[in-house]
């Protein structure tokens, strides 16, 4: 009954190191997304996979890239995380075609120093 | 392009109060319309959602109607409870080719004490 996993949890990094945030989904879903979430501004999509084997940008793309693995993983990478990408990062799901709500997982606090 | 408007927050209540929270939206086609919450270090739960005009989505107390004249998608509860406390995000889809793609409003922060 996993539904959305994202690791890790918590993560500080220095300004210009690089990582990768993973996320893995275990419904089938065709479509996933990576989104930000800063305070007084809500969402922002950052990229979008519609299906397996395609990526998009979303609103806020700059400073990041995507994978899409396979069907049930949708990796974001910061390659020189800035400090202006400290916030929580959250990765969401939907089966497409169907009027249903995105599954969220619990999100990734990152601050970057 | 898209844009969900909320009312701005923080909102602070006593427990059995009414609660409003107000949602605008403007969007291109008829898209679909959702309330999200979410709990302190969690992710986000769909509330309650509508997806044609008139409408009206529910779940746990709380009711929305999808009032396409006034472009509103205003959240409302009888009788708030602590347990209420959370942040509310109203958002939108666009459907067709926009893949399922959420646009958020800012958010708005429900405080209810006993």
């Known amino acids: 009954n996993a539904g959305v996993t994202q690791t890790p949890k918590f993560q500080v990094l220095k300004t210009g190191q690089s990582m990768t945030l993973q996320c893995a989904q275990d419904?089938?879903?065709?479509?996933m997304y990576w989104y930000r979430q800063d305070p007084g501004m809500g969402l922002r999509l950052i990229y979008y996979?519609?299906?397996?084997?395609?990526?998009d940008k979303g609103e806020v793309p700059n400073g990041y890239n995507v994978s899409r693995l396979n069907k049930r993983e949708f990796s974001l990478r910061l390659e020189s995380a800035a400090p202006s990408q400290t916030s929580v990062y959250f990765c969401a799901s939907l089966d497409r075609g169907l009027i249903q709500p995105q599954h969220f997982g619990d999100g990734t606090r990152l601050s970057i120093l | 392009g898209d844009s969900v408007t909320q009312m701005e927050g923080p909102v602070t209540l006593s427990e059995e109060a009414f609660l409003t929270i107000n949602c605008t939206y403007t969007?291109?086609?008829?898209?679909?319309l959702f309330w999200y919450v979410q709990y302190p270090g969690e992710g986000l739960q769909l509330l309650l959602k509508?997806?044609?005009?008139?409408d009206k989505g529910s779940n746990k107390g709380f009711e929305a109607t999808y009032r396409k004249e006034t472009t509103s998608f205003h959240l409302e509860k009888g009788s708030v409870q602590v347990s209420d406390s959370a942040v509310y995000f109203c958002?939108?889809?666009?459907?067709?080719?926009?893949?399922?793609?959420?646009?958020f409003g800012q958010g708005t922060i429900l405080t209810v004490h006993p």
């Open positions: 996979s519609a299906s397996e084997g395609t990526t």
């Open positions: 509508a997806t044609k005009a008139d």
């Open positions: 958002a939108l889809s666009s459907g067709g080719t926009s893949y399922g793609k959420l646009t």
């Open positions: 419904m089938n879903h065709n479509s």
């Open positions: 969007a291109t086609g008829y898209p679909s």
